[in-house]
């Protein structure tokens, strides 16, 4: 068994050049979309990936961020790590159970996390976008939905090719924005595999309008999947990074939640307990606890972590091109 893996596109990745205003089109009318949006509908029934489960292990890590955007200077005051059990079953099943849980403070601080900080996006979100238990971003239409293929247009880009010793993958970068700008939506890129019509990578942001907290500034999501068993992309590594700054105070200064997960250990095919999905969807330890073996002290793995300035200002950058063009 082969993984091809989107750090391939990491290094090799072509910021997408969107369109001219006439090729934006409604997802209806761009079949590699269309049929991309009916993949995420009937993928649950994907016998092969009927019942599975899989690790995560994630950092999320709380900073101030001082300075001018970009290149702002960030100060980690708090960082946790995670190691989460996921669970998946047809149809459109998921369960996650946080295992093992610790954290270290830089600095005093009285900071709480919203419960689905804490936890991976498992299918992509699904039909709608929701960031912060609902209370920063809420019931979004997801781009490849059957409501998004309408309410979202599409500017088809550049083509990627990764290549493995025994693969090949042709992948397109879509850039979508809502039909009306000024509407609460995603702006980003999809990274689609053409054969397959999967989703391979989804770097976005989103509009102002759709943030329900006036001292959230900005939030940048990156999901990065991996092909398992040549023929179904699953999630490897996500990023969700929020900035803060407060709407009452003309200072060059935020705060930025973000979580960085990696996936693994995919078991498919396995018989899941009865009650394997009742109760909430992301259970477990309620704070930190002892008892866990970890590899080392938690701030020496912050150093390889990459900087929420630079992605951030990546996504911006991308989505006022896509935005304005």
């Known amino acids: 068994m082969r993984w091809i893996g989107v750090m391939a596109l990491g290094t090799f990745v072509m910021v997408p050049r969107p369109a001219p205003a006439q090729e934006w089109a409604p997802g209806t009318t761009i079949e590699l979309v269309r049929r991309a949006a009916a993949l995420r509908v009937s993928r649950d029934a994907d016998s092969l990936f009927s019942s599975w489960r899989a690790r995560a292990h994630g950092i999320v890590r709380f900073s101030s961020l001082t300075g001018e955007w970009p290149g702002q200077i960030e100060r980690v005051l708090r960082a946790d790590e995670l190691r989460v059990d996921v669970f998946g079953a047809w149809p ?3 369960k996650q159970v946080i295992v093992a849980w610790r954290d270290t403070s830089f600095l005093p601080n009285t900071l709480r996390y919203h419960r689905d900080h804490l936890g991976i996006v498992a299918n992509d979100f699904g039909g ?8 920063e971003v ?5 781009p490849l939905s059957p409501a998004g293929l309408e309410h979202y247009r599409f500017a088809v880009g550049d083509t990627i090719v990764i290549a493995s010793a025994k693969e090949r993958v042709r992948v397109v970068a879509v850039s ?11 702006v980003g890129t999809l990274y689609l595999d053409v054969d397959r019509a999967a989703l391979v990578r989804f770097l976005f942001t989103f509009t102002p309008e759709s943030y329900r907290d006036a001292t959230v500034a900005d939030i940048t999501v990156t999901l990065d999947n991996s092909l398992r068993e040549g023929a179904r992309w699953l999630p490897w590594r996500q990023s969700i990074a929020i900035r803060r700054g407060s709407p009452l105070l003309e200072l060059p200064w935020q705060t930025v939640i973000r979580g960085d997960w990696e996936i693994d250990e995919y078991e498919l095919g396995v018989r899941q307990p009865p009650d394997r999905f009742t109760g909430a969807a992301l259970d477990g330890l309620r ?7 970890w590899d080392g002290p938690l701030a020496g793995l912050l150093t390889d972590l990459p900087a929420s300035d630079a992605d951030v200002e990546r996504a911006q950058r991308e989505a006022l091109a896509i935005l304005f063009v």
């Open 92 to 94: 459109g099943r998921h």
């Open 128 to 135: 709608t976008i929701r960031i912060g238990d609902g209370d």
């Open 138 to 142: 809420r019931d979004l239409t997801h």
């Open 176 to 186: 979508a924005r809502p039909a009306d700008p000024r509407e609460p939506g995603v």
């Open 287 to 293: 704070r930190p606890a002892p008892g866990a073996t």
